[in-house]
Nanobody, 117 residues
């Protein structure tokens, strides 16, 4: 059974940085895309950043230039470096891994990121 374990969330002041990590336990094959989503209170879950098996990345417009997604494929780990954080980045952040042809769709439990002075 595959589990995604996230870490790195917390409280940070505006303008600060955090690095989220998501490690997958168990064997995963044929990963199509690894990504980070977030959900603020009263809002829908939204895609923040994703990295495909081709190494192509895409970002939400609101985080472009501030957030960077990367992976360590040997460790089945995906990271999200978040810089210049804003109050509006406050949300629960979820890690997601999808397989080719929708073979699987794994989610982490979520990690809280709070940006506040």
């Amino acid at each position: 059974q595959v589990q995604l374990v996230e870490s790195g969330g917390g409280l940070v002041q505006p303008g600060g940085s955090l690095r989220l990590s998501c490690a997958a336990s168990g064997s995963i094959f044929s990963i199509y895309v690894m990504g980070w989503y977030r959900q603020a209170p009263g809002e829908q879950r939204e895609l923040v950043a994703a990295i495909h098996s081709s190494s192509i990345t895409n970002y939400a417009d609101s985080v472009k230039g501030r957030f960077t997604i990367s992976t360590d494929n040997a460790k089945n780990t995906v990271y999200l470096q978040m810089n210049s954080l804003k109050v509006e980045d406050t949300a629960v952040y979820y890690c997601n891994i999808k397989g080719f042809s929708a073979r699987y769709d794994y989610w982490g439990q979520g990690t809280q990121v709070t940006v506040s002075s």
